[in-house]
């Protein structure tokens, strides 16, 4: 039964696995008609690439998942650190590439000059 009080409308009833199940069909479709059988993800280490990372994966296949994390600052490391455990928990492949170097020359390129 769903939760309703007399100051919040009906919550629905949600069945995990028949959202799991439509959503990994959703993308397996997305993917097929771009005519591609492979994903690329960016892979923070958050609890939303987490879920797009495990969905995917479901969906095509570990094989065909490849996750990207673009490290600007120190900050980002422990966010990282999870997004490496993700993958390797999920067997994804995972690519690790430091950009702090280009993101201060962006920021320098970009410094309004006054």
Request: proline fraction near 4%; charge should be neutral.
């Given at each position: 039964m769903?939760l309703?009080t007399?100051?919040t409308?009906?919550i629905?009833?949600?069945?995990?696995?028949?959202?799991?199940?439509k959503l990994?069909?959703?993308?397996?479709?997305t993917?097929?008609?771009?005519n591609?059988?492979k994903?690329?993800?960016?892979?923070?280490?958050?609890?939303d690439?987490?879920?797009?990372?495990?969905?995917?994966?479901r969906?095509?296949?570990?094989d065909?998942?490849?996750?990207?994390?673009?490290?600007?600052s120190?900050?980002?490391e422990?966010q990282?650190?999870?997004g490496?455990i993700?993958?390797?928990?999920?067997r994804i492949?995972?690519?690790?590439?430091?950009i702090?170097?280009?993101?201060?020359?962006?920021?320098?390129?970009?410094t309004?000059p006054f």
């Amino acid at each position: 039964m769903a939760l309703r009080t007399k100051e919040t409308p009906e919550i629905p009833e949600i069945n995990p696995e028949k959202v799991v199940k439509k959503l990994t069909a959703d993308i397996r479709s997305t993917i097929s008609s771009a005519n591609q059988t492979k994903a690329l993800l960016g892979i923070s280490g958050g609890v939303d690439t987490s879920v797009l990372a495990d969905l995917c994966a479901r969906a095509i296949g570990a094989d065909n998942v490849y996750g990207l994390q673009l490290i600007s600052s120190p900050e980002e490391e422990a966010q990282a650190k999870n997004g490496a455990i993700l993958a390797r928990h999920l067997r994804i492949r995972l690519r690790r590439i430091e950009i702090s170097r280009l993101v201060d020359t962006m920021a320098e390129m970009l410094t309004v000059p006054f």
